[in-house]
């Protein structure tokens, strides 16, 4: 039994390899005839494509109910700007991107932390309701939210701004970090 399977498998192979015309055995010569005459050449199909396109590009678009105007009409356009937009903008441009200046060991106040972004921004916006002057700082260190104050290069200086807002933040605490260099002011260089 096997060996008439093999046998069978072996007739039928060379039909069905030899050159790809297996699925043309049974077919006529005179239908092959037939279709290549059908086949336009390459030089009248340009001819057909010109004849079939609209010379007009009114036969191409369909009307449409929406039309432009015919005249345009200079305006006038007046902006009134709030004075809250200009405290939300000094508000979110306080945070000083990373790269601003050069950097230096010094000190920070960390005045606020918490996993929740919005809580850390109230107290900012606390914060800066008090002093606007004194820059802040929101930093992310997974899972928590730091709101930090100020670039002190001495912790004596950190320490004494610390107890001016001890009131507000009890939590505050002065901590060792990256600071930006902070502006030399005249007096303390006459001091010295």
């Known amino acids: ?91 979110k441009s306080a945070t000083i991107p990373p790269n601003m200046g050069p950097m230096m060991d010094g000190y920070r106040i960390q005045l606020f932390f918490d996993q929740n972004r919005t809580a850390v921004d109230k107290a900012r916006s606390t914060f800066l309701q008090m002093d606007d002057e004194t820059p802040t700082y929101v930093e992310y260190k997974a899972p928590n939210y730091f709101l930090m104050q100020g670039d002190y ?16 933040f009890p939590e505050a605490i002065v901590v060792e970090d990256k600071i930006y260099l902070p502006e030399i002011i005249k007096d303390e260089v006459e001091e010295e």
């Open 1 to 91: 039994m096997k060996l008439i399977v093999v046998l069978f498998l072996l007739a039928l192979t060379p039909a069905v390899f030899s050159q790809n015309e297996w699925w043309r055995i049974g077919k006529s010569s005179e239908t092959e005839t037939e279709t290549e005459q059908k086949k336009e050449t390459p030089k009248e199909a340009p001819q057909q494509i010109e004849e079939l396109t609209p010379q007009k590009s009114d036969d191409i678009w369909v009307s449409d109910s929406i039309k432009e105007p015919k005249t345009i009409i200079p305006g006038k356009v007046d902006i009134v700007k709030s004075t809250n937009v200009e405290k939300i903008i000094k508000f």
């Open 153 to 168: 290069r001495t912790q004596l200086e950190a320490e004494k701004s610390r107890a001016a807002l001890i009131s507000e």
